[in-house]
């Protein structure tokens, strides 16, 4: 905001920091966020699965949901083998591993699929998260059974509007905006900024294009590590609703800086989806029988020994620093701004004096 100080118009630029302390249980960022029947959305792709917090939706008994994901993961699998889901929107149902409990769903009727490519998938995100109410997407898919077979969105799956400027026919998806994500990260302060890594796909997207985001993450930093980092941080503070330090919060499945994939675990679990009873032996025994994910992480020691998380974990490969320091700067080594030759306490006290300092 532009004041006067002896006839020159400056602006005193402040990093504003939301001092809200968003750190939780996994239990009450759960409980506190996501309602039976909600939209969610599983926010990670192919990395980084949250699998922590699919978890706790399922040791919740979270039941209606419509779920966006884009990877088709073991999260996805868990959910729907515990009967947490009606619909699904997606671009890929894996079916590499045999008959999984998505499948099985779709094919009994329980579960209802609509689905998009990639590009489709992203730019309903898009959209989304820049408050558009659509986006125009490749007309090639008209000529595709992804634009003729519909489900549960019916006409609403694409639209065909008239260009304004050339008259021609524009194919079009309707913007999403889940009532949650839920999304595992590298690592956050206790404000809620988050900060990530690694292959992207549509994490950040999916996070900003929805109304709540539950954010785990392997540690939580203090402020100062965020601020030295700005290039990472893919969620600010101010549209965080909790964040859960949670370590190993997606294995069995890879961090980047973190751990590998655990490919035998991964494999294990999933090779147990291919029937009812089999799903049900595992999330009693791996999900509910756990309380919590500590509990899940110390069994998985008790069953592979206490060195097998560890060998799991990323040997160091750090990126070069980066320089951000400014070329001009406004204020001195003493914290003299170099124009006004006065100190932002002084500048503060100023401020307040016209009426238009706030904290």
Same mark, same amino acid.
């Given at each position: 905001?532009?004041?006067?100080?002896?006839?020159?118009?400056? !602006?005193?630029?402040?990093?504003?920091?939301?001092?809200?302390?968003?750190?939780?249980?996994?239990?009450?960022?759960?409980? /506190?966020? +996501?309602?039976?029947?909600?939209?969610?959305?599983?926010?990670?792709?192919?990395?980084?699965?949250?699998?922590?917090?699919?978890?706790?939706?399922?040791?919740?008994?979270?039941?209606?949901?419509? #779920?966006?994901?884009?990877?088709? =993961?073991?999260?996805?699998?868990?959910?729907?083998?515990?009967?947490? $889901?009606?619909? $699904? $929107?997606? /671009?890929?149902?894996?079916?590499?591993?045999?008959?999984?409990?998505?499948?099985?769903?779709?094919?009994?009727?329980?579960?209802?699929?609509?689905?998009?490519?990639?590009?489709?998938? /992203?730019?309903?995100?898009?959209?989304?998260?820049?408050?558009?109410?659509?986006?125009? #997407?490749?007309?090639?898919?008209?000529?595709?059974?992804?634009?003729?077979?519909? %489900?549960?969105?019916?006409?609403? !799956?694409?639209?065909?509007?008239?260009?304004?400027?050339?008259?021609?026919?524009?194919? %079009? &998806?309707?913007?999403?905006?889940?009532? +949650?994500?839920? +999304? =595992? &990260?590298?690592?956050?302060? !206790?404000?809620?900024?988050?900060?990530?890594?690694?292959?992207?796909?549509?994490?950040?997207?999916?996070?900003?294009?929805?109304?709540?985001?539950? #954010?785990?993450?392997?540690?939580?930093?203090?402020?100062?590590?965020?601020?030295?980092?700005?290039?990472?941080?893919i969620i600010p503070a101010y549209r965080t609703n909790a964040v859960v330090e949670t370590k190993f919060g997606a294995h069995p499945t890879p961090v980047?800086?973190?751990?590998?994939?655990?490919?035998?675990?991964?494999?294990?679990?999933?090779?147990?989806?291919?029937?009812?009873?089999?799903?049900?032996?595992?999330?009693?025994?791996? #999900?509910?029988?756990?309380?919590? =994910? /500590?509990?899940?992480?110390?069994?998985?020691?008790?069953?592979?020994?206490?060195?097998?998380?560890?060998?799991?974990?990323?040997?160091?490969?750090?990126?070069?620093? %980066?320089?951000?320091?400014?070329? =001009?700067?406004?204020?001195?080594?003493?914290?003299?701004?170099?124009?006004?030759?006065?100190?932002?306490?002084?500048?503060?006290?100023?401020?307040?004096?016209?009426? $238009?300092?706030?904290?």
């Amino acid at each position: 905001m532009p004041i006067i100080l002896d006839n020159i118009s400056i !602006k005193v630029e402040r990093m504003m920091v939301n001092t809200n302390n968003k750190v939780m249980s996994l239990k009450d960022a759960i409980s /506190n966020n +996501v309602k039976d029947g909600d939209d969610l959305i599983l926010g990670n792709y192919t990395l980084s699965i949250c699998v922590a917090l699919a978890s706790e939706v399922i040791r919740q008994k979270k039941k209606h949901l419509t #779920v966006y994901s884009q990877s088709s =993961h073991i999260d996805l699998e868990y959910l729907t083998g515990a009967n947490c $889901i009606d619909k $699904i $929107i997606t /671009n890929f149902i894996s079916v590499i591993r045999g008959n999984g409990n998505v499948i099985r769903g779709m094919q009994s009727g329980e579960i209802e699929v609509e689905e998009y490519s990639n590009f489709h998938y /992203n730019a309903r995100l898009q959209a989304g998260m820049y408050g558009f109410s659509f986006m125009p #997407v490749l007309e090639g898919a008209i000529d595709t059974d992804l634009f003729r077979k519909r %489900t549960f969105m019916g006409e609403n !799956k694409f639209k065909l509007i008239k260009c304004p400027y050339t008259g021609k026919d524009i194919l %079009t &998806v309707p913007a999403a905006n889940p009532d +949650v994500c839920i +999304v =595992h &990260v590298q690592r956050a302060d !206790k404000y809620g900024n988050a900060q990530y890594w690694g292959a992207m796909g549509s994490i950040q997207a999916a996070a900003l294009a929805s109304k709540k985001i539950v #954010v785990s993450c392997e540690e939580i930093v203090d402020h100062e590590v965020i601020q030295s980092s700005p290039h990472c941080t893919i969620i600010p503070a101010y549209r965080t609703n909790a964040v859960v330090e949670t370590k190993f919060g997606a294995h069995p499945t890879p961090v980047a800086g973190y751990y590998r994939g655990d490919d035998f675990f991964n494999d294990w679990a999933f090779g147990l989806m291919t029937s009812d009873e089999r799903t049900k032996r595992w999330l009693d025994e791996w #999900v509910y029988g756990c309380e919590d =994910h /500590n509990a899940y992480i110390q069994k998985y020691g008790e069953f592979y020994g206490s060195n097998m998380l560890n060998s799991l974990r990323c040997k160091p490969f750090y990126s070069v620093p %980066t320089n951000y320091g400014e070329p =001009h700067p406004s204020w001195d080594n003493n914290g003299i701004h170099t124009t006004l030759g006065i100190k932002y306490e002084e500048i503060e006290k100023i401020m307040e004096k016209e009426g $238009i300092f706030h904290e």
